[in-house]
């Protein structure tokens, strides 16, 4: 689990191995994630867009844009959270993901740039 605060917008990630839609005889690994947004500030929040830097152990390096998450751009009252589940995939046994999300502070129209915190994708069967 990585957490990390920025501008006030707390971002926790959880990761999960997904074995049964993984194929290692390829080196292709699918791993879900669950992200929790909460919003620690006194004003509403927009998600507005991500920016992902995706690393695989075998030097492959992706990046990934796009408006909102999941098909949403959530605002985020004060003291509230919002949690989605995504996945990715990765063709090492061994890799990580960090990012940073675009959002907007619903009071004055400040856009804010809050941290998706590294997070490790390792196979299990790698940590024995």
Known sequence: MSQQVTEGVSILVETFY???QSD???????FAYR???E???IYPV???????HIKDSN??????????????????QPGDSYQ???????????GKMYGSYLMENLFNKKKLT???????????AKLN
């Open 46 to 52: 927009k998600l507005l867009s991500r920016h992902w």
């Open 24 to 30: 290692p005889v390829k080196y292709e690994h699918l």
């Open 59 to 76: 030097g492959t390096h992706r990046e990934v844009e796009g408006e909102g998450v999941v098909g949403q751009q959530p605002v985020i």
């Open 18 to 20: 997904q074995p049964a």
């Open 84 to 94: 989605y589940t995504s996945a990715v995939n990765i063709y090492s046994e061994i």
């Open 35 to 37: 992200i929790t947004i």
């Open 39 to 41: 919003n620690l500030t």
């Open 114 to 124: 809050v941290a998706i915190p590294e997070f490790k994708l390792i196979v299990p």
